[in-house]
């Protein structure tokens, strides 16, 4: 079983300011795979960025990058240059790749002030 | 353009009564979910499917049903609607291998 935490159920950053969100997860698997999605008010879940557990360097998409600190067990999504359009919820989430589901966390909402 | 849809966006329903919520997808992914969404929560999985004939239950499975009789449907059933599953609900697809998961749009349940 595998299990994902998102520690800060809300954060804030100011328009144009860098943010970063939290995510530890647990698993036995060696091979599995990390995802953020970002929820925003219309419910939509979109992907935001994902990382394949074997590839050592960092993914980033634009202005979202992630810092994942494999013995660790970290995977925090950094947003940079930050816009209202971010204001949303983020959940961290993570899959193996024998079982094609992905395990959640709780998610942490992040406002973006003007 | 390939999308996965739920029907309907909202329902209101009443304690007791049976309710089926529809997901249908036409990106052809043998792989299939439904998760529960609650505040404090994230989202939790109820049941899920591999493919056609093939449904597994998740970690919140209780009180839910789902049947796979083709590879774009999974409906979700409550065979007996309780007020702990008023929630929000997320049918999801996938590919197979480190794909992205695709997400319908999300039920609103409410059961009075």
């Known amino acids: 079983a595998q299990t994902v935490t998102q520690s800060q159920p809300e954060m804030s950053v100011q328009e144009a300011e860098t943010v970063t969100l939290s995510c530890t997860y647990d698993t036995s698997e060696s091979d599995y795979y990390l995802f953020w999605y970002k929820q925003p008010p219309s419910r939509q879940m979109i992907l935001v960025i994902r990382q394949e557990a074997y590839k050592q360097q960092n993914a980033t998409e634009n202005r979202f990058s992630v810092n994942f600190q494999k013995a660790a067990k970290s995977f925090s999504l950094k947003i940079s240059d930050s816009q209202l359009g971010d204001a949303a919820m983020y959940f961290c989430a993570c899959s193996h790749s024998g079982a094609r589901q992905l395990t959640f966390g709780s998610g942490t909402q992040l406002t973006v002030l003007p | 353009d390939a999308e996965i849809t739920q029907s309907p966006r909202h329902k209101i329903t009443e304690t007791g009564r049976q309710v089926t919520l529809a997901c249908h997808q036409t990106?052809?992914?043998?792989?299939m979910f439904w998760y529960r969404q609650d505040l404090g929560h994230g989202l939790r999985l109820i049941h899920y499917s591999y493919g056609v004939q093939d449904t597994n239950k998740g970690e919140v499975s209780d009180g839910y049903s789902v049947s796979r009789s083709n590879t774009e449907d999974l409906p979700l059933t409550l065979e007996s609607a309780a007020s702990s599953q008023t929630s929000v609900y997320f049918c999801?697809?996938?590919?197979?291998?480190?794909?992205?998961?695709?997400f319908g749009q999300g039920t609103r349940l409410t059961v009075v």
């Open positions: 990106w052809n992914h043998n792989n």
């Open positions: 999801a697809s996938r590919g197979q291998g480190n794909t992205e998961a695709f």
